[in-house]
């Protein structure tokens, strides 16, 4: 008597998004990470302007394909969110280096130095919250909200 395993009829297929979709979200994240920094730095490439405004310009245009090629149109949000995450790191990484925000923290102990390191820290992380809220207005929907 040999068994067999059926799949039942009634298993709904994953959803699943075109391979270009995919690869055109990868591409655009690799494009606007920590990768440009590192090969310009490594490569010792002169970036004519800063790399920050050079990644924020790129989302708008991305977020701009998102009205013309309709496969990416579910990317849209997350385009806004990772040019908040972008801009609001710029933002902290400038305050960082303000003398008001040196002579602020002072000291040479561990939390005398890890304390200003973390709030910035936490300003961006309240910023890309503060985005998620405007975007799905409540907090459940951040993670139940559909793609589509």
């Keep these: 008597m040999s068994s067999t395993a059926t799949v039942p009829h009634s298993v709904p297929e994953p959803h699943s998004r075109p ?10 994240t690799l494009a606007v990470s920590f990768m440009p920094d590192i090969l310009i730095t490594e490569l ?4 004519p302007i ?3 405004w050079t990644k924020v310009i ?5 977020f701009g394909i998102t009205f013309v090629w309709a496969e990416v149109r579910a990317l849209r949000f997350y385009f806004i969110l990772f040019a908040t995450l972008t801009l609001a790191t710029g933002l902290t990484t400038w305050v ?8 602020t923290f002072t000291g040479s102990g561990f939390t ?3 304390l200003p390191e973390q709030l910035l820290r936490l300003i961006v992380a309240l910023i890309v919250l503060a985005a998620l809220f405007a ?3 409540r907090g459940e929907r951040f993670f139940s909200a559909s793609a589509t």
Excluded at 21 to 26: E, K, R, S
Excluded at 58 to 62: E, V
């Design 19 to 28: 391979l270009s979709v995919l690869a055109f979200a990868w591409i655009v």
């Design 44 to 47: 010792r490439i002169d970036w």
């Design 50 to 52: 800063p790399l920050l």
């Design 58 to 62: 790129a989302l708008a245009f991305f």
């Design 96 to 103: 960082a280096g303000t003398e008001f925000w040196r002579g």
């Design 112 to 114: 005398a130095r890890m």
């Design 135 to 137: 975007i799905y207005r």
